[in-house]
């Protein structure tokens, strides 16, 4: 399921390739969605993601308890950490929270609690991420950073950015193209 940032109101819909119901081939263990009020910029440059561009989305977001929830459910999380993955040369930030309902969230404050919690899920997270588009045809995708996730403060740094440019659309200092405002 993808947001169509294209269409008004930004529906929630089944995503699509080529026409046909996107498929993927590996399991994911987590519930996936995204920060409301974030934006991608992609006439920004990252220098520190080896000069990539935004991919023109919102934020996305890995949220790792053990309760699956409903599609379009709205939660109150605790960013974690944050994989700088890149996608066909965009940037694509995937935040790694936490909801603050989930009994574990008291113990899980940043990265290193992350892997002592909840064993192996940054890595599964990175390397679904990094293999889903393979049965496509597709390469791998890269991950900036050291293909490494950053921890909680930078996860918060890269929301507080993508919370300006978001700013900056919606108040139309920067060219929304297809993207629609409404």
Same mark, same amino acid.
């Given at each position: 399921?993808?947001?169509?940032?294209?269409?008004?109101?930004?529906?929630?819909?089944?995503?699509?390739?080529?026409?046909?119901?996107?498929?993927?081939?590996?399991?994911?263990?987590?519930?996936?969605?995204?920060?409301?009020?974030?934006?991608?910029?992609?006439?920004? /440059?990252? =220098?520190?993601? %080896?000069?990539?561009?935004?991919?023109?989305?919102?934020? @996305?977001? &890995? *949220?790792?308890?053990?309760?699956?929830?409903?599609?379009?459910?709205?939660?109150?999380?605790?960013?974690?950490?944050?994989?700088?993955?890149?996608?066909?040369?965009?940037?694509?930030?995937?935040?790694? /929270?936490? =909801?603050?309902? %989930?009994?574990?969230?008291?113990?899980?404050?940043?990265? @290193?609690? &992350? *892997?002592?919690?909840?064993?192996?899920?940054?890595?599964?997270?990175?390397?679904?991420?990094?293999?889903?588009?393979?049965?496509?045809?597709?390469?791998?995708?890269?991950?900036?950073?050291?293909?490494?996730?950053?921890?909680k403060a930078y996860a918060l740094k890269v929301i507080t950015e993508t919370n300006e440019s978001w700013t900056k659309l919606v108040k139309r200092?920067?060219?929304?193209?297809?993207?629609?405002?409404?």
């Amino acid at each position: 399921m993808e947001v169509a940032t294209d269409e008004p109101f930004t529906p929630i819909k089944q995503d699509t390739k080529k026409g046909n119901l996107r498929y993927y081939p590996y399991n994911i263990h987590w519930n996936y969605g995204l920060l409301p009020q974030t934006w991608e910029d992609p006439s920004f /440059a990252n =220098s520190e993601v %080896d000069g990539a561009f935004g991919d023109n989305d919102p934020v @996305d977001v &890995v *949220e790792i308890s053990e309760s699956r929830r409903q599609i379009g459910e709205i939660l109150k999380v605790k960013p974690l950490a944050a994989l700088a993955m890149i996608d066909e040369g965009e940037l694509d930030w995937k935040i790694i /929270a936490i =909801s603050l309902d %989930d009994p574990k969230a008291s113990l899980v404050n940043d990265i @290193d609690d &992350v *892997e002592k919690h909840f064993p192996g899920t940054l890595t599964a997270i990175r390397d679904w991420f990094r293999d889903y588009k393979i049965p496509d045809g597709k390469p791998a995708n890269k991950f900036g950073l050291g293909n490494k996730p950053a921890d909680k403060a930078y996860a918060l740094k890269v929301i507080t950015e993508t919370n300006e440019s978001w700013t900056k659309l919606v108040k139309r200092s920067i060219p929304s193209g297809e993207l629609s405002l409404v």
